[in-house]
């Protein structure tokens, strides 16, 4: 029931700042968008949420145009750590029901020396 | 700060066996969820709980069993294991107040021969 559509791969060299763009065409009023990370066996780590324009924590920034129909995940001056799967969702809050956050594929970003 | 704790990390089981998964958190959560996660096909929800003594059947819920007896603990149980069930299993929680912020475990990969 993912409603996200995210690249399926990418590759960044270490220090370069790093966009990840996420289309969700048909959000809702209610919906907030949520980033997750993934480690290789690991479970998911919440990134960062928001709901509009942008949003910036210690670990990234989220831009979110006015119309909300796509957000993209900025990660500043990358390390080789930063190498995993991202997740974007979209949803009414809640990991269930029938407007639930699902996880879809997720953009595998590779960050190379 | 130990979170959300899965136990076993792994296990092997032969077809039709029998297995639980628990899944302990320490956050005082109401929410907590299973998922598994197989190849290219992003995270799914089997069961989930919004409190002690309930539970609800996910995405992918046909073949589990899942208890919350206690409000700290969700256990999953597989009653007769199939091939199809070999995958990665995740266990969360959330606060249940809105705008989930999902924590997850860290795994526990399964493999039925």
Same mark, same amino acid.
């Given at each position: 029931?993912?409603?996200?559509?995210?690249?399926? =791969?990418?590759?960044?060299?270490?220090?370069?700042?790093?966009?990840?763009?996420?289309?969700?065409?048909?959000?809702?009023?209610?919906?907030?968008?949520?980033?997750?990370?993934?480690?290789? =066996?690991?479970?998911?780590?919440?990134?960062?949420?928001?709901?509009?324009?942008?949003?910036?924590?210690?670990?990234? =920034?989220?831009?979110?145009?006015?119309?909300?129909?796509? =957000?993209?995940?900025?990660?500043?001056?990358?390390?080789?750590?930063?190498?995993?799967?991202?997740?974007?969702?979209?949803?009414?809050?809640?990991?269930?029901?029938?407007?639930?956050?699902?996880?879809?594929?997720?953009?595998?970003?590779?960050?190379?020396? | 700060?130990?979170?959300?704790?899965?136990?076993? $990390?792994?296990?092997?089981? $032969?077809?039709?066996?029998?297995?639980?998964?628990?899944?302990?958190?320490?956050?005082?959560?109401?929410?907590?969820?299973?998922?598994?996660?197989?190849?290219?096909?992003?995270?799914?929800?089997?069961?989930?709980?919004?409190?002690?003594?309930?539970?609800? $059947?996910?995405?992918?819920?046909?073949?589990?069993?899942?208890?919350?007896? $206690?409000?700290?603990?969700?256990?999953?149980?597989?009653?007769?294991?199939?091939?199809?069930?070999?995958?990665?299993?995740?266990?969360?929680?959330?606060?249940?107040?809105?705008?989930?912020?999902?924590?997850?475990?860290?795994?526990?990969?399964?493999?039925?021969?």
């Amino acid at each position: 029931l993912a409603k996200t559509t995210q690249p399926v =791969s990418m590759d960044s060299y270490e220090g370069q700042e790093v966009n990840i763009t996420c289309s969700h065409n048909n959000i809702a009023t209610n919906d907030y968008i949520t980033w997750y990370q993934q480690f290789p =066996s690991q479970g998911p780590r919440f990134i960062i949420q928001g709901y509009k324009t942008k949003v910036t924590n210690e670990v990234a =920034s989220l831009f979110i145009p006015a119309d909300r129909k796509s =957000s993209t995940l900025s990660l500043p001056r990358v390390s080789l750590s930063d190498t995993a799967v991202y997740y974007c969702l979209v949803g009414d809050s809640v990991p269930y029901g029938n407007n639930r956050l699902a996880f879809g594929k997720g953009n595998q970003v590779v960050v190379i020396p | 700060n130990a979170g959300v704790t899965q136990t076993p $990390k792994f296990r092997v089981l $032969k077809t039709g066996q029998s297995m639980t998964l628990l899944c302990a958190q320490d956050m005082n959560h109401e929410y907590m969820y299973w998922y598994r996660q197989d190849p290219g096909m992003g995270l799914r929800l089997i069961h989930y709980s919004v409190g002690e003594g309930t539970t609800a $059947k996910g995405e992918v819920p046909d073949g589990y069993n899942v208890s919350r007896l $206690k409000k700290q603990n969700f256990l999953l149980g597989l009653e007769s294991a199939a091939p199809s069930q070999t995958s990665v299993y995740f266990c969360a929680s959330s606060s249940g107040t809105g705008n989930e912020k999902l924590f997850f475990g860290s795994g526990t990969q399964l493999s039925v021969l």
